[in-house]
T-cell receptor
Framework: DAGVIQSPRHEVTEMGQEVTLRCKPI?????LFWYRQTMMRGLELLIY????????DSGMPEDRFSAKMPNASFSTLKIQPSEPRDSAVYFCASGRTLGGNEQFFGPGTRLTVL | GENVEQHPSTLSVQEGDSAVIKCTYS??????FPWYKQELGKRPQLIIDIRSNVGEKKDQRIAVTLNKTAKHFSLHITETQPEDSAVYFCAGGGGNKLTFGTGTQLKVEL
């Protein structure tokens, strides 16, 4: 099992640029979660999907943030335009709705917006 | 929504001593309480979890207790070792959604 895969692992961009983060969940998992981690705000849930459908996006900070899950094996989190305060580590996690609530985290993408 | 509070924010213990981290939650509908360990620069990793129909669960040197009435749960690590040094997060939720505590930086000193 390859675990949750995220790309890129590091991203440095300039303010105003579009940023796209990618996630491949564990095969067979039908729930996918996007989190943001900062020193100030800790680990925050941005959005989660069940069976590719967005269920709760109340954590998405602004309209600049959007997420999609076109199929069971791929999701993207997009920030357009990016701002310095978006700098954080973004984690994707996946799990199974049937069989428990366990969530398995990917390695994260460290985003720096200059 | 759910609100999870975690204490202490930092904890320093001597190697071999026990460490206890406590969390409280607000939503009585929450029924799943995992604990994650995050080493510096790494991903959070699930170390143990408990469901609301269980009061205590053990796995070698770690244990978790849950008091549904008081809405609090705790992580206990016995015989601490230097490799236990990390940030520990509690979380609570029902269905799929988890709300995380603010984390406890545990340092095990030689």
């Amino acid at each position: 099992d390859a675990g949750v895969i995220q790309s890129p692992r590091h991203e440095v961009t300039e303010m105003g640029q579009e940023v796209t983060l990618r996630c491949k969940p564990i095969s067979g998992h039908n729930s996918l979660f996007w989190y943001r981690q900062t020193m100030m705000r800790g680990l925050e849930l941005l959005i989660y999907f069940n069976n590719n459908v967005p269920i709760d996006d109340s954590g998405m900070p602004e309209d600049r943030f959007s997420a999609k899950m076109p199929n069971a094996s791929f999701s993207t989190l997009k920030i357009q335009p990016s701002e310095p305060r978006d700098s954080a580590v973004y984690f994707c996690a996946s799990g199974r709705t049937l069989g428990g609530n366990e969530q398995f985290f990917g390695p994260g993408t460290r985003l720096t917006v200059l | 929504g759910e609100n999870v509070e975690q204490h202490p924010s930092t904890l320093s213990v001597q190697e071999g001593d026990s460490a206890v981290i406590k969390c409280t939650y607000s939503d009585s509908a929450s029924n799943y309480f995992p604990w994650y360990k995050q080493e510096l620069g790494k991903r959070p990793q699930l170390i143990i979890d408990i469901r609301s129909n269980v009061g205590e669960k053990k796995d070698q040197r770690i244990a978790v207790t849950l008091n549904k009435t008081a809405k609090h749960f705790s992580l206990h690590i016995t015989e601490t070792q230097p490799e236990d040094s990390a940030v520990y997060f509690c979380a609570g939720g029902g269905g799929n959604k988890l709300t995380f505590g603010t984390g406890t930086q545990l340092k095990v000193e030689l």
